[in-house]
Nanobody
Framework: QVQLVESGGGLVQAGDSLRLSCAAS????????MGWFRQAPGKERRFVAG????????DYADSVKGRFTISRDNRKNTVYLQMNSLKPEDTAVYHC??????????????WGQGTQVTVSS
């Protein structure tokens, strides 16, 4: 059973940066497609960024392209989300997810509990 634990969230101002981390235990992240989803209050959980099984190809939601970067360190069994130029609309709980297969999907096999990111204007 893979367990995912996110960290790195917090309260920042618009234009600031944060780096989220997702550490895994009970499994090897290199065996999965990994990704980040976010859920704002009263809204559905939405895809933010994904890194495909194999680690070389990444995908991003249009709203974060050019500002967020997803990466993975297989030696540390950790996935990261570097978030730059944060905007108030980025405020949400950010969840890490792991999927069997090539790409991460909303029906991912494993989910973390989430970390809160709040961006003030």
């Amino acid at each position: 059973q893979v367990q995912l634990v996110e960290s790195g969230g917090g309260l920042v101002q618009a234009g600031d940066s944060l780096r989220l981390s997702c550490a895994a235990s009970g499994g090897t992240l290199s065996s999965y497609a990994m990704g980040w989803f976010r859920q704002a209050p009263g809204k559905e959980r939405r895809f933010v960024a994904g890194i495909r099984w194999g680690g070389s190809r990444t995908d991003y939601a249009d709203s974060v392209k050019g500002r967020f970067t997803i990466s993975r360190d297989n030696r540390k069994n950790t996935v990261y989300l570097q978030m730059n130029s944060l905007k108030p609309e980025d405020t949400a709980v950010y969840h890490c997810a792991a999927s069997d297969g090539v790409v991460v999907t909303p029906t991912a096999n494993y989910w973390g509990q989430g970390t809160q990111v709040t961006v003030s204007s």
